[in-house]
């Protein structure tokens, strides 16, 4: 019986401060993060950052990820992107989820469009403008305003390149 509870005073005392660690984890969280729910909804509780007057932008950030949902002027939700780091990717959220355009998936209505484009959001790094068509749908298109961060791996060695630890050393 001694055995059983010498086993589990340390899995107790593990539990318990897991548990008292927890409200420090969720300030820290809240703490790097913005209004993280209300994404897809049609009036979040978070504040309208647009700058177009005849629509609503929401702004979301979670785990350095930012989360942009354009809604109408009666709470329809029209486009959601992700962005992250100069890249997109376009949530299935929005009557126009289809219309679009990133720089990965550039859409040839936006591309080809003579409308003017209309800035409905812009912040240090993103920028998201619409374009009314003929047909009465609306293309987005978002763009980051500065190139994304890329990774370079070093050139590797060439295979028969001397190895200064191997020198001397012949092969099998």
Known sequence: MIRHSVLRAPLLAGLIAGILALPAMAQQQAGTSQQQSGLGQSWPQAKNVSAAPGWHVYVFVQDGVKYIQVNDLVGTVRATVATENGYFLVLPLGADAQRVSTPARP??????????????????????????????????????????????????????????????????
Do not use: E, F, H
Request: a neutral charge; aromatic letters at 4%.
């Open 107 to 172: 859409l040839a209505a936006a591309v080809n469009s003579t409308a003017p484009a209309i800035m409905v959001y812009q912040d240090s790094t993103v920028q998201l403008t619409a374009r009314y068509q003929s047909d009465g749908s609306t293309v987005w298109t978002a763009t980051a305003k500065t190139s994304p961060k890329t990774t370079t791996t070093p050139a590797l060695a060439p295979a028969d390149a001397a190895c200064p630890p191997c020198a001397g050393v012949t092969p099998l």
